[in-house]
């Protein structure tokens, strides 16, 4: 099992925006999640939520190119979280080794031009940006998120399993010999958190039908957020919830698991690894 640990360079990101856009901050952030036990540090440069502002990609290249110039000096395997193919490019070329594609290619069809060697991880959703992912769930009123499911709730696991299916065939075979597959959780499933678990719970079929490594990430996602009845400043909580539910992932067969708090989720690991 992999963990890959979140480092947002961005202003808005839900949970924790603004908190490591300074490259300083950003650089030393992933270091304290490598000594927390991160394999990975999954570096990206514009938030995806439904909230969050589009940004070109010049501004998310001055956000992240630095960082992830840092972070491969120190020794670290860097992953970049972008659906832009000239961000996904500049970023091997300073060293990033996995290109984290929340679109699966769908929001820039020059992106299977720009991967070269790096491991390619095919994110599944349903639209061609993220405004149009979340177009129709609720984007302003705290109650009505909460409330809401989202129209796209409740794809079973082999119809994500078809589309990722169509995704992989549309890369170059090289490519998508070596990809990793993500159902994207929250991305045009809504929040209902039934929908988004019984999903989860499918990682290990959704895995052996496309012969791929599964990546998964609820970490922070409003669907837990409603799940365990977080309310939405109390990291702590969030936190302990996202962790439990990565836990399971693992259990249903996830690979790769995406984290915001490597320390709390390897210290779960410890305790289920004894039990």
């Known amino acids: 099992m992999t963990v890959m640990g979140v480092v947002n360079v961005t202003p808005d990101?839900?949970?924790?925006?603004?908190?490591?856009?300074?490259?300083?901050?950003?650089?030393?952030?992933?270091?304290?999640?490598?000594?927390?036990?991160?394999d990975i540090l999954d570096v990206g440069g514009e938030a995806t939520n439904p909230r969050a502002q589009p940004v070109t990609a010049a501004q998310e290249l001055a956000r992240v190119l630095p960082v992830v110039r840092r972070l491969v000096a120190e020794g670290a395997t860097v992953s970049i979280?972008?659906?832009?193919?000239?961000?996904?490019?500049?970023?091997?070329?300073?060293?990033?080794?996995i290109i984290n594609d929340v679109s699966g290619g769908l929001f820039?069809?020059?992106?299977?031009?720009?991967?070269?060697?790096?491991?390619?991880?095919?994110?599944h959703l349903r639209g061609?940006?993220?405004?149009?992912?979340?177009?129709?769930?609720?984007?302003?009123?705290?109650?009505?998120?909460?409330?809401?499911?989202?129209?796209?709730?409740?794809?079973?696991?082999?119809?994500?399993a078809d589309e990722l299916a169509d995704r992989l065939a549309a890369l170059p075979?090289?490519?998508?010999?070596?990809?990793?597959?993500?159902?994207?959780?929250?991305?045009?499933?809504g929040a209902d958190?039934?929908?988004?678990?019984?999903?989860?719970?499918?990682?290990?079929?959704?895995?052996?039908?496309l012969d791929r490594p599964v990546v998964v990430g609820a970490s922070r996602k409003r669907f837990v957020r409603r799940a365990f009845g977080v309310h939405d400043h109390d990291l702590a909580a969030l936190d302990a919830a996202s962790v439990a539910v990565t836990c399971e992932a693992i259990e249903a067969g996830a690979n790769v698991v995406r984290v915001h708090n490597v320390a709390l989720l390897r210290a779960a690991l410890a305790l289920y690894t004894q039990a």
């Not at 839900?14 to 991160?38: I, T």
């Not at 009505?144 to 079973?156: E, K, T, V, Y």
């Not at 075979?173 to 499933?189: H, M, N």
């Not at 929908?195 to 895995?207: F, I, K, M, Q």
């Open 108 to 123: 820039d069809p020059d992106m299977s031009c720009a991967i070269g060697d790096a491991i390619y991880i095919v994110g």
């Open 81 to 97: 979280d972008t659906t832009k193919a000239v961000v996904a490019r500049a970023a091997v070329a300073a060293g990033a080794r």
């Open 173 to 189: 075979r090289a490519v998508s010999a070596r990809a990793w597959i993500d159902p994207g959780l929250g991305f045009g499933k």
């Open 13 to 38: 990101s839900f949970s924790d925006g603004g908190q490591f856009l300074e490259v300083e901050a950003a650089v030393a952030h992933g270091l304290q999640l490598l000594r927390e036990g991160a």
């Open 193 to 209: 958190p039934e929908a988004n678990l019984t999903l989860l719970r499918h990682s290990r079929e959704l895995g052996a039908r």
């Open 128 to 160: 061609r940006s993220i405004a149009e992912v979340f177009s129709a769930e609720p984007r302003i009123d705290p109650a009505a998120d909460r409330a809401a499911d989202g129209p796209r709730g409740g794809l079973d696991w082999q119809t994500v």
